[in-house]
């Protein structure tokens, strides 16, 4: 079982900067792809971004530009780097892990964090 703690989370208004952070409890981390996916109120989870275990990054197209990702295998953990933060960015955004290759829908990922809210007044 894998474990995943975000942090990072909180308010800020429009064009403004936030960081997510998640830990992952398994010693095989490198061999996870990871993603980090949100969800509006009443909606299903969308596609943020993801990163293969080779370090290969995608993005939705509403954050290109905006958003990174990063991994850091000695420290088993994935951030989101977000800028030019817009009200519809606003949130609540979750870390996700799978083995294997990176995917796009959330269901393909068998690993879930708890969720942080991510709040963007305009």
């Known amino acids: 079982q894998v474990q995943l703690v975000e942090s990072g989370g909180g308010s800020v208004q429009a064009g403004g900067s936030l960081r997510l952070s998640c830990a992952a409890s398994?010693?095989?981390?490198?061999?996870?792809?990871m993603a980090w996916f949100r969800q509006f109120p009443g909606k299903e989870e969308e596609f943020v971004a993801a990163i293969s275990k080779f370090g290969v990054s995608d993005y939705a197209e509403s954050v290109k530009g905006r958003f990174t990702i990063f991994r850091d295998d000695a420290k088993k953990s994935v951030s989101l780097h977000m800028s030019s933060l817009k009200s519809e960015d606003t949130a609540v955004y979750y870390c996700?892990?799978?083995?294997?290759?990176?995917?796009?829908?959330?269901?393909?990922?068998?690993?879930w964090g708890q969720g942080v809210q991510v709040t963007v007044s305009s």
């Open positions: 398994t010693p095989t981390f490198n061999t996870f792809a």
């Open positions: 996700l892990a799978k083995t294997g290759a990176l995917k796009w829908g959330s269901d393909e990922y068998p690993y």
